[in-house]
Each structure stands twice: as structure tokens, then as C-alpha cells.
């Protein structure tokens, strides 16, 4: 059952109404969301491009536009290998555009996800061997792939890691020994000796942050690349990161640009799915466009969507974007058929006792374990695995609640894993299929949730009596866009209303009207 609360954040809402010339209620909203002290109100209300970071604070990222620099003087062939989600392909894109520009001899390689499956492997290494590469630079993938690295470096080659996914680490009596790979320059926000000040960008962020970096070093404006900024916009949301610090400016600025693209694929994408440009906003990238550039890599190949973003002519961008969007409407028949097998396994068996769901659906298309497992979390609150039979083995994704590390519980299981990777709140894996129970009987026996933890938490901003909604206070509220995660949209409750003429309606009776 939910647990309703109303946050109850102090500041003085008047004086900071009247200094930025808003109402005190939007005040309280911007409280509510930690926006704390002048400055802090400043960027999130008024917040450009101006103010971003420079990229060159990231470490190692005087090391890679160095090497890059120098082998575009020397014309060495360079490849980008990105991931095949909605990040990975626009940080492959970033990456491809800002290199071509500057005149090196470029290409780019994605994953196929069944076949090669996540992030750099030796595959992938041999390809570009066999082609003559020279100089490898990840894209939103990279950090956990050591021993993959070392082969490629044994085999002569340069490699350069951007990522943004947290370090691997070997923890013993409670301390840390992280993992490093040992690339010629390893970008991540996350490094520990990492000084930036924001570590919450996605991939595509970083890859932009390079692109920046080099095109100043190379004595070229790095203006002509901001309009790279829309797929950076993409891949933010995309990839659910926060909606705070410079990644509201990326997708506040990026959306602006969006509504103007020109973009061939994009143009075509957002026509395609009945988006009203002049409206487009947030929950656009993450519940119609990001869906359809993620099916590609779902379930046919994401190179489909980087082929959308590269199209130079309307007719081959109409024809992309119309297979996008199939392949997304073939991806949301398979996840409703999964959800509903994984949900009676759940009620089924012993499964709904644990405090972890471990569900192993063999016969489950691999590329959808992910969204699988978000609707289990959102269901049962509990944090959640989705397993399924791969060529080799047990691939899986999981998705996490506010209380629980995932990637830092994985870490502590590790031998039972292949390869494993992710983040706090989503993480991936594989594994032996022998190790499928014990995964689930020692991620339950580490966990140590409560049953608060356990409990999903509603946070209301405030009581809001219906005098106070007005058209003045619904237009001021778009100050607080762009919404989505760690920027909810306003929620707002009153007491002791009675309902007159409830009516439900919509495609899947899901809309609530009444007076």
C-alpha cells in the first residue's frame, strides 16, 4: 500500500517569489526539489549553455583530445563503438559527427545485442583488427571491459573509454579497490580522481563533452556542434538520467533545438509518431521517440537507428522512421505478453515472499527483460531481475527502488556472474544457467531491506485548494520544465472533496474525469 506524505521543506517562499518574480507556490516546488540558495535558483530558472562545465575538468580528457588531435593529423582510421540503446546510439552519433568535422578518417561499430551482446568484447576488438584500425573510443560502454581492453592493447591497438557507468570494484574489509581498464585515456565522470562537478551525465554527454574539447583544441568554433545538443537531449531522458544540474540544460536547450531540427530522420521520426512539434516536451523523448530508436536495438539492429540519424535525403528518413516505429509496436505486444507470464510466476510461487525478484523467463526475448522488469518494480515495488535464455548461458536486467544499490549488491555477488555492469537504480548481467537459483537465494540473503524500504512513498508538494488553480499559476508551472526523473512534475492534494460524475475513459480505460 502507498504511503501519502506532504513535503514540508522550509525557505522563505515569499522573498524568493518577489526576487524572481514568481508566486509563492511555485516557490515551495522549487524548494521541494532542493533548489537551495540564490545561485542554485538562478541555474534552474535561467540556466544556458553558458553555464555548462568544461568539459577538459573531466580526467583524462586532456589525454584523449591529445591522442585524438594527433591522430587525425596522421590520419589514422579511428572507430566509435557505441551500445545499441537509445545513449549508446546518440553517443555514437555525437562522436561520428564531431570527428568527421574535423577531417578523421572515422567509422563506427555497434553491438548486436544477441549476437555480440553488451559493451566491447573481443569480437568486436578482432573486427577492427581485421580492418585496420587504429584508435578505438567507446561510447557510453567501456568502464567494466578490462580484460577486453588488455586484448586490444596486446593487438597494438589505441583504445580511448568514454562511459558514464559506474567503476567495477573489488571491495574487501570495507574498502574499495576499483577497476580500472587500462586504456590510453579512460573519460568517466565517475572515476574517483574525477573532479567534475556534476557525475550524473549520460553517455552521449560525455561523448559531446569530448567533441567540445577537441574542436577547441583544434582551434575550431565548438558553437558548430551545439547542435548536437538535441541528441544529447535524447539520450538524457532516454536513458532516465536526472533531470537536475547541467542535464536540465542540455534537455531544456536540446528540446528547443528539437522543434527546429534538421535532422532528416528526427523530423521524419516525430511525423512518423503524431508529435506536435510546437508541444514536444520530455515525456515525448522518453515515452514516444526514445521507445521507437531503443526497438531498433530491441529487436532488429541499432545500426537502424543510427542509419534514421544519419539519413541525408526525406524519403529514406520517412522509410526508417516508419520501421522504428513498427518494430516499437511489435516490442509493446511481446512486453505485455511478458509481464503477464512474469506476474503469475510471481503470485504462483514462493517468489512473491522475496524482498528481491529473481524471475527467470526462459523463452523471454532477451531485449525486453529490461522494460519487464521496470513494470514488475513499478507493480510490487521491490527491486526486480528479469532472466532469460541467451545463446550462451542466462542474460539479464534489473531495475531498482530508491533504497537499494543495485550495482553495489551485484558487486558483492560477483562470482556468480560472467559479466555484470550498471548503476544504482539499473543494472545487467550474465550467468551460467546452474547459477540462476543461487543469484536469487544470495541476492535475497545480502539484501537488507525493511519493510519501510518496501513501502512505495507518494511525495506530495503541497495542498493546493481549488481557488488557488488558475491559468496564471498552470502557465508560471512551465518554468519547472523540462520534467521527469529527479524533477517530478508538481503533485498537488486537497482534503474532504466530494466526487460528483466520475467518468473513465480512453484506449485502455485508464483516464479519470470528474467534477
Not at 576488438?125 to 557510453?140: E, L
Not at 548536437?228 to 537536475?244: H, S
Not at 510466476?345 to 524482498?355: A, G, H, N
Not at 525493511?450 to 498552470?474: A, C, G, H, N, W
Amino acid at each position: 500500500m502507498e504511503k501519502w506524505f506532504i513535503t514540508m521543506k522550509k525557505a522563505d517562499f515569499g522573498t524568493i517569489a518577489e526576487k524572481y518574480h514568481i508566486s509563492p507556490i511555485t516557490a515551495r516546488l522549487i524548494r521541494n526539489r532542493d533548489i537551495i540558495g540564490d545561485d542554485a535558483i538562478d541555474f534552474y530558472l535561467n540556466g544556458t549553455i553558458a553555464d555548462l562545465y568544461d568539459g577538459m575538468l573531466m580526467k583524462d580528457m586532456d589525454r584523449a583530445v591529445e591522442i585524438l588531435a594527433e591522430k587525425i593529423r596522421e590520419e589514422k582510421p579511428v572507430r566509435i563503438i557505441g551500445d545499441y540503446d537509445i545513449d549508446g546510439v546518440n553517443a555514437t552519433y555525437i562522436l561520428q559527427e564531431g570527428l568527421s568535422a574535423l577531417g578523421a578518417e572515422a567509422d563506427t561499430d555497434i553491438p548486436d545485442r544477441i549476437r555480440d551482446g553488451y559493451g566491447l568484447n573481443r569480437m568486436l576488438i578482432d573486427r577492427a583488427i581485421r580492418d585496420g584500425i587504429d584508435t578505438i573510443v567507446t561510447c557510453d560502454n567501456g568502464i567494466a571491459a578490462s580484460e577486453e581492453i588488455a586484448y586490444g592493447k596486446e593487438n597494438g591497438l589505441t583504445v580511448i573509454v568514454t562511459d558514464h557507468h559506474e567503476i567495477p570494484y573489488i571491495e574487501t574489509n570495507g574498502e574499495k579497490e576499483y577497476l580500472l581498464p587500462m586504456a590510453d585515456a579512460v573519460v568517466d565522470p565517475h572515476r574517483a580522481d574525477c573532479e567534475y562537478p556534476f557525475k550524473g551525465l549520460c553517455g552521449a554527454a560525455v561523448a559531446y563533452k569530448l567533441v567540445e574539447a577537441l574542436f577547441n583544441v583544434m582551434q575550431r568554433d565548438p558553437e558548430d556542434v551545439d547542435y548536437l545538443m538535441e541528441n544529447v537531449a535524447i539520450a538524457t531522458v532516454g536513458d532516465v538520467m536526472d533531470l537536475t544540474g547541467e542535464n536540465r540544460i542540455f534537455v531544456k536547450q536540446g528540446l528547443e533545438m528539437l522543434k527546429r531540427t534538421k535532422n532528416q530522420g528526427l523530423k521524419a521520426l516525430i511525423e512518423c509518431t503524431g508529435i506536435d512539434v510546437e508541444r514536444l516536451s520530455a515525456y515525448h523523448i522518453g515515452f514516444v521517440l526514445g521507445p521507437c530508436i531503443n526497438a531498433s536495438g530491441r529487436l532488429d539492429t541499432a545500426k537502424r537507428a543510427l542509419e534514421l540519424l544519419n539519413a541525408k535525403t526525406r524519403r529514406e528518413a520517412v522509410v526508417l522512421a516508419e520501421d522504428l516505429k513498427a518494430l516499437n509496436d511489435s516490442r509493446k505486444e511481446m512486453t505485455e505478453k511478458g509481464v503477464e507470464e512474469a506476474v503469475q510466476l510471481i503470485e504462483t510461487t514462493s517468489l512473491k515472499e522475496d524482498k528481491v525478484l529473481v524471475v527467470y523467463l526462459p523463452d523471454c526475448h532477451e531485449s525486453i527483460a529490461g522494460i519487464i522488469a521496470g513494470r514488475i518494480k513499478e507493480r510490487y515495488y521491490r527491486p526486480a531481475f528479469v532472466l532469460t535464455r541467451a545463446e550462451e548461458g542466462v542474460k539479464g536486467s534489473g531495475r531498482s527502488i530508491e533504497s537499494y544499490d543495485m550495482f553495489a549488491e551485484l558487486c558483492r555477488c560477483r562470482a556468480l556472474f560472467t559479466k555484470f555492469g550498471g548503476h544504482k537504480m539499473a543494472a545487467g548481467l550474465s550467468l551460467a544457467e546452474e547459477n540462476v537459483e543461487r543469484f536469487r537465494e544470495t541476492i535475497n540473503e545480502l539484501a537488507d531491506l525493511s519493510e519501510e524500504d518496501l513501502q512505495m512513498k507518494v511525495s506530495i508538494d503541497m495542498r493546493l485548494p481549488f481557488p488557488y488553480i488558475t491559468e496564471s499559476l498552470i502557465r508560471e508551472l512551465d518554468l519547472l520544465e523540462p520534467f521527469g526523473k529527479g524533477n517530478p512534475r508538481p503533485l498537488f492534494a486537497e482534503r474532504s472533496l466530494r466526487v460528483i460524475s466520475p467518468r473513465i475513459f480512453g484506449r485502455n480505460r485508464n483516464v479519470l474525469k470528474c467534477r
